[in-house]
T-cell receptor, first 112, second 117 residues
Framework: QKEVEQDPGPLSVPEGAIVSLNCTYSNSAFQYFMWYRQYSRKGPELLMYTYSSGNKEDGRFTAQVDKSSKYISLFIRDSQPSDSATYLCAMREQGGSEKLVFGKGTKLTVNP | GAVVSQHPSWVICKSGTSVKIECRSLDFQATTMFWYRQFPKQSLMLMATSNEGSKATYEQGVEKDKFLINHASLTLSTLTVTSAHPEDSSFYIC?????????????FGSGTRLTVV
């Protein structure tokens, strides 16, 4: 079993839809959880950052972490064509190595 | 916000030659830099972690003599692909952490697309 599992999609939705992206993980030591957005041929851009469990909201984006289930989610409300990109979850342990462990990424297309 | 500049954005080189990729943190001091490789439709694969002034730590399976990493200052790290071959063609991305990465996550460069012909 990989440390971080993420459905690669692709996911195609109409404009205005609510998008749900998810990752599961196996390492209970993960404490920091991030979502990155990556446009084609570009570096990843940090969207959301969460420490431990809980929810975090930023505009149209909401990140949720459920450590008991080892499950994290990113919700995008009122999705726009400009949201079309690959979304990567990433996480790391507290203390120790600074290495991030990434999911495979989910390719999202929002159709006008 | 934190900005990481990576150059060149793309490069084509002949087989057997070496290519250097630069990664600079523009508005913060990067105590740690990470180098990744990404194949099409794949996630980021960590190649090595470098701390300023010390030798890089390479991930298992990554040839340290082929992928030379230098982190000589708190704002600059370089990756040199030596004696490049077509199988080294890939998208290389750097990431920098200021040590407050715990709070702010990690800032990525825009990536370098290397094509070896």
């Amino acid at each position: 079993q990989k440390e971080v599992e993420q459905d690669p999609g692709p996911l195609s939705v109409p404009e205005g839809a609510i998008v749900s992206l998810n990752c599961t993980y196996s390492n209970s030591a993960f404490q920091y959880f991030m979502w990155y957005r990556q446009y084609s041929r570009k570096g990843p851009e940090l969207l959301m950052y969460t420490y431990s469990s809980g929810n975090k909201e930023d505009g149209r984006f909401t990140a949720q972490v459920d450590k008991s289930s080892k499950y994290i989610s990113l919700f995008i409300r009122d999705s726009q064509p400009s949201d079309s990109a690959t979304y990567l979850c990433a996480m790391r342990e507290q203390g120790g190595s600074e290495k991030l462990v990434f999911g495979k990424g989910t390719k999202l297309t929002v159709n006008p | 916000g934190a900005v990481v500049s990576q150059h060149p954005s793309w490069v084509i080189c002949k087989s057997g030659t070496s290519v250097k990729i630069e990664c600079r943190s523009l508005d913060f001091q990067a105590t740690t830099m990470f180098w990744y490789r990404q194949f099409p439709k794949q996630s980021l694969m960590l190649m090595a972690t470098s701390n300023e002034g010390s030798k890089a730590t390479y991930e298992q399976g990554v040839e340290k003599d082929k992928f030379l990493i230098n982190h000589a200052s708190l704002t600059l790290s370089t990756l040199t692909v030596t004696s490049a071959h077509p199988e080294d063609s890939s998208f290389y991305i750097c990431s920098a952490s200021s040590g407050t990465g715990l709070i702010y996550g990690y800032t990525f460069g825009s990536g370098t697309r290397l094509t070896v012909v």
